[in-house]
């Protein structure tokens, strides 16, 4: 892949160029993978979608991710068509199929199916839900472990969950995309986003933390990301290294934080040095993300062992 800087960058693997994909219970080579134009995701994003992590052969925590995956389909009315272990068995055969047993990402990816025509009304429907499983090797980038991102401040903000719950995990990630395009184009990595009381709220695809005087804050998460990863490096950091809490915080106080990072499944943990170009701290990794990213790793390791 290109080199980026990214939260979402990673090394991958020959073996991914030839990977099948899981397409509604059978394989297809990526390079053939394709649903109709006529789909409701690809129509209007009318879906849901969960990552996670294949770790010496287990699912990292599967049943987070299963409820948030089924709650999101229950909330917008979306009948997935098949049950939490069926679920669980396709996402296993797929990394079976293509021989992945670890550092592995999956991507499933479920709309509401093929519609009749392009239209926002969900009763014009064709089909069952279209299910779609991705499975590729990609190990985080040990070179952001060093160096951290860069963000810059979007002025596309965080939605309140009456105009779009990111809670749900939808396919729509439009905003979120701008927010990027905005911090790319400033010569930053990701994009740090606020609510709409000014508040600090996420990144554009990941969830943001700052460490002052020995402190973990994020945010209470009403206007980000329900992130599976946020919640347990929220929960090692408060039982190993010190208080860990939620709570509103200011642009002003992320800029004068000791130290920063941001949060997802595919990266871990990964450090933040700089805001608008405000060096975070010293402008160099801080001692308590090293420990927070050593008690996350460990973690992971002990829980898939």
Request: contains cysteine.
């Amino acid at each position: 892949m290109a080199s980026t800087s990214s939260a979402q960058s990673y090394d991958g693997d020959p073996k991914n160029d030839a990977a099948l994909v899981y397409l509604n219970g059978e394989f297809v080579h990526r390079d053939k993978a394709s649903v109709s134009v006529f789909d409701a995701g690809f129509v209007l994003g009318d879906g849901i979608w969960e990552g996670l992590r294949l770790v010496n052969g287990k699912l990292l925590s599967l049943d987070l991710h299963l409820d948030r995956l089924f709650e999101g389909a229950k909330a917008i009315s979306l009948d997935i068509g098949l049950g939490r272990q069926e679920i669980t068995d396709a996402i296993l055969a797929t990394c079976e199929t293509n021989g992945f047993t670890t550092d592995t990402h999956i991507r499933l990816m479920i709309s509401r199916g093929r519609k009749t025509t392009p239209n926002q009304d969900p009763r014009f429907m064709a089909s069952g839900a279209t299910i779609v499983i991705v499975a590729e090797i990609k190990r985080p980038r040990a070179q952001f472990a060093e160096t951290g991102l860069t963000l810059f401040t979007s002025t596309f903000r965080c939605s309140t969950p009456d105009v779009f719950d990111l809670h749900l995990n939808s396919h729509s990630r439009l905003n979120l995309i701008q927010a990027l395009i905005q911090a790319i184009a400033a010569g930053a990595d990701e994009a740090l986003m606020l609510d709409h009381r000014g508040y600090v709220a996420s990144c554009n695809s990941t969830n943001f933390f700052i460490v002052r005087k020995g402190e973990l804050w994020t945010s209470p998460g009403l206007y980000s990301f329900n992130g599976i990863t946020r919640s347990h490096v929220s929960r090692l950091y408060g039982e190993q290294i010190g208080p860990s809490m939620q709570k509103d915080f200011t642009l002003a106080q992320a800029y004068s934080a000791d130290e920063a990072f941001v949060t997802g499944t595919l990266g871990g943990i990964t450090p933040v040095t700089r805001i608008d170009g405000h060096p975070i701290g010293d402008g160099t990794v801080g001692p308590k993300t090293r420990e927070a990213a050593r008690a996350y790793w460990d973690w992971v390791r002990e829980t898939c062992a």
